[in-house]
């Protein structure tokens, strides 16, 4: 059964892939390799997990404010996410660079933590209706 | 994504101020002054940001005075860089003065440049930057990234949002430190705390009511621009609410985290570049005395060319120094792996890439005890 809760819209488009789930923030930076999309900081709550695909579930991000170059980066080398959640409001970095790699992204979903429980499960993000579902 | 043709480039830039304004709750755009970009090392922005800014330079000029990071290198200093770091970094060059930049190189454009009023609204990507505007100037700047602040250059303007505010600019939460505070190191390492603690735009120190210095003030600002999203600092009696002890334990944290060896067998000065003051400091502390190691002083060419001529450079050279303009610390290709196996430096933003991205060991001291250590009387 599809269940499905409200978000806010930064980025246009829909993406549905996996469920990545993390509550540390993430340097783009530094701790991600932009050529497959694996989580390369091994103090990193997710290490080793690939974006690439993957539904982003994130506070946001944190350093480097080229950090955008890096989400495009992983667009350009096929290692995007299919979408990005920022489960607190979105920052300028996530933001800016999901806006010229059009990655769909939204922020602030509704209970986030009660749907999206764990990270692999299928989730739809909807950025034009707003809308989260799995 | 872009073919160059005129207009597109506007209209990426305002795809990008549309969606940060969205995410900032920017209810309109208002007019900047100055933008500083970050994304200029080859390092930061990889093929696909070489390409990017080869695109948009096409159809793009910037509308307002707009200065740059540093880069990789210093060009026509000889350096064991590849033909194809050097091909890239120099096309990078070509986009930003083909879109009218300042090639300024440099990650302080705050000590080099005439700092508008206080109050004036700005577009500073980097990041150390950003937060000691906000701080120390009175200028007013969200922690921009690279592409929002290159999109306020073209475009002139920003979102109406967050530090912009006056009410963004007072902290809910204050940081207490319950260690001494003496060196530079211990305003980076109190700033680091500080990034990773708070995730409000703006936080306070209730340290001591002197006013800080620069190259304090540089140090704190850098290390809270690595560790965090927080955009500027507030000096007071630490009134809120909510109050953060950084006491002997966190500072253990910290330098445990990024403090990974014991000694280098090269020092690295700068990340922020070095300025005016901290070389004039640096000259002094050197006099008479010989570097035991090899030191690379990474310095903006505006500041070197200052300092040449009031004959700090000369001072420092003669002690073994070695400057290296308009590049930095933070992922420089100058410094690898396969040449050191670890870095002495004073700076926490340095410490925390060379660790992250250089994956280099670093050995955290402050400058007067690298001094101390590292340079003998002739």
């Given at each position: 059964?599809?269940?499905?809760?409200?978000?806010?819209?930064i980025?246009?488009?829909?993406?549905?892939?996996?469920?990545l789930?993390?509550?540390?923030?993430?340097?783009?930076?530094s701790?991600?390799?932009?050529?497959?999309?694996?989580?390369?900081d091994?103090?990193?709550?997710?290490?080793?997990?690939?974006?690439?695909?993957a539904?982003?579930?994130?506070?946001?991000?944190?350093?480097?404010?080229?950090?955008?170059?890096?989400?495009?980066?992983?667009k350009?080398?096929?290692a995007?996410?299919?979408a990005i959640?920022?489960?607190?409001?979105?920052?300028?970095?996530?933001?800016?660079?999901?806006?010229i790699?059009?990655?769909?992204?939204?922020?602030?979903?509704?209970?986030?933590?009660?749907?999206?429980?764990?990270?692999?499960?299928?989730?739809k993000?909807?950025?034009?209706?707003?809308?989260?579902?799995? | 994504?872009?073919?160059?043709?005129s207009?597109?480039?506007?209209a990426?830039?305002?795809?990008?101020?549309?969606a940060i304004?969205?995410a900032?709750?920017?209810?309109?755009?208002?007019?900047?002054?100055w933008?500083?970009?970050?994304?200029?090392?080859?390092n930061?922005?990889?093929?696909?940001?070489?390409?990017?800014?080869?695109?948009?330079?096409?159809?793009?000029?910037?509308?307002?005075?707009?200065?740059?990071?540093?880069?990789?290198?210093?060009e026509?200093k000889?350096?064991?860089?590849?033909?194809?770091?050097?091909?890239?970094?120099?096309?990078?060059?070509?986009?930003?003065?083909?879109?009218?930049?300042?090639?300024s190189?440099?990650?302080?454009?705050?000590?080099i440049?005439d700092?508008?009023?206080?109050?004036?609204?700005?577009?500073?990507?980097?990041?150390?930057?950003?937060?000691?505007?906000?701080?120390?100037?009175?200028?007013?700047?969200?922690r921009?990234?690279?592409?929002?602040?290159?999109?306020?250059?073209?475009?002139?303007?920003?979102?109406?949002?967050?530090?912009?505010?006056?009410?963004?600019?007072?902290?809910?939460l204050?940081?207490?430190?319950?260690?001494?505070?003496?060196t530079?190191?211990?305003?980076?390492?109190?700033g680091?705390?500080?990034?990773?603690?708070?995730?409000?735009?703006?936080?306070?120190?209730n340290?001591?009511?002197?006013?800080?210095?620069?190259?304090k003030?540089?140090?704190?600002?850098?290390?809270?621009?690595?560790?965090?999203?927080?955009?500027?600092f507030t000096?007071?009696?630490g009134?809120?609410?909510?109050?953060?002890?950084?006491?002997?334990e966190?500072?253990?944290?910290?330098k445990?985290?990024?403090?990974?060896?014991?000694?280098?067998d090269?020092?690295?000065?700068?990340?922020p570049?070095?300025?005016l003051?901290?070389l004039?400091?640096?000259a002094?502390l050197?006099e008479?005395?010989?570097?035991?190691k090899?030191?690379?002083?990474?310095?903006?060419?505006?500041?070197?060319?200052?300092a040449?001529?009031?004959?700090?450079?000369?001072?420092?050279?003669?002690?073994g120094?070695?400057?290296?303009?308009?590049?930095?610390?933070?992922?420089?290709?100058?410094?690898?792996?396969?040449?050191?196996?670890?870095?002495?430096?004073?700076?926490i933003?340095?410490?925390?890439?060379?660790?992250?991205?250089?994956?280099?060991?670093?050995?955290?001291?402050?400058?007067?005890?690298i001094?101390k250590?590292?340079?003998?009387?002739?």
């Open positions: 059964m599809t269940k499905c809760i409200k978000c806010r819209k980025v246009g488009g829909s993406g549905i892939g996996n469920a789930l993390t509550e540390e923030r993430i340097n783009f930076l701790m991600i390799d932009t050529q497959n999309g694996i989580i390369k091994q103090h990193h709550q997710i290490f080793g997990s690939s974006v690439k695909g539904v982003l579930v994130f506070p946001g991000a944190i350093g480097s404010s080229v950090g955008a170059y890096a989400i495009y980066s992983l350009v080398n096929a995007a996410p299919a959640i920022c489960s607190d409001k979105a920052d300028i970095t996530t933001a800016s660079g999901c806006a790699s059009n990655i769909p992204l939204v922020d602030m979903p509704e209970n986030p933590s009660f749907f999206i429980r764990t990270s692999g499960m299928e989730v993000v909807d950025a034009d209706s707003k809308m989260v579902c799995v | 994504m872009l073919k160059g043709e207009g597109e480039s506007l990426v830039a305002y795809r990008i101020l549309l304004g969205e900032t709750e920017a209810e309109r755009l208002i007019p900047v002054k933008a500083h970009i970050s994304g200029v090392n080859y930061t922005i990889g093929d696909s940001g070489v390409d990017f800014l080869e695109q948009i330079s096409k159809s793009a000029k910037v509308a307002i005075r707009t200065t740059i990071n540093p880069m990789g290198f210093e026509n000889s350096t064991n860089l590849s033909e194809s770091f050097i091909k890239k970094q120099m096309s990078i060059v070509k986009s930003y003065r083909m879109l009218g930049t300042t090639t190189f440099t990650c302080i454009p705050y000590e440049f700092i508008p009023e206080k109050g004036s609204a700005v577009s500073f990507a980097e990041s150390n930057a950003a937060v000691f505007s906000n701080s120390i100037l009175g200028l007013l700047t969200n921009e990234s690279a592409l929002s602040a290159l999109a306020s250059s073209i475009t002139g303007k920003s979102p109406y949002s967050n530090l912009m505010m006056e009410e963004f600019r007072h902290a809910k204050a940081i207490k430190p319950d260690y001494e505070l003496v530079e190191l211990d305003y980076g390492v109190l680091y705390f500080a990034g990773k603690t708070v995730s409000d735009s703006c936080v306070e120190f340290a001591s009511e002197e006013k800080l210095d620069t190259m003030a540089k140090a704190l600002s850098a290390a809270i621009g690595t560790s965090g999203s927080c955009g500027m000096q007071g009696e009134a809120q609410q909510e109050v953060v002890t950084c006491g002997k966190e500072v253990i944290a910290v445990d985290e990024l403090n990974t060896a014991e000694d280098g090269l020092i690295a000065l700068g990340s570049q070095l300025g003051n901290e004039h400091l640096l002094g050197i008479g005395k010989r570097l035991k090899r030191c690379i002083i990474f310095c903006a060419r505006a500041i070197h060319n200052q040449t001529n009031l004959g700090l450079t000369d001072r420092i050279e003669h002690a120094g070695e400057f290296m303009c308009d590049s930095c610390t933070c992922l420089t290709p100058l410094i690898t792996r396969t040449d050191y196996d670890s870095v002495i430096t004073n700076s933003k340095a410490a925390y890439y060379l660790n992250h991205s250089n994956r280099i060991d670093v050995s955290l001291k402050d400058l007067k005890t001094l250590e590292y340079a003998d009387y002739n």
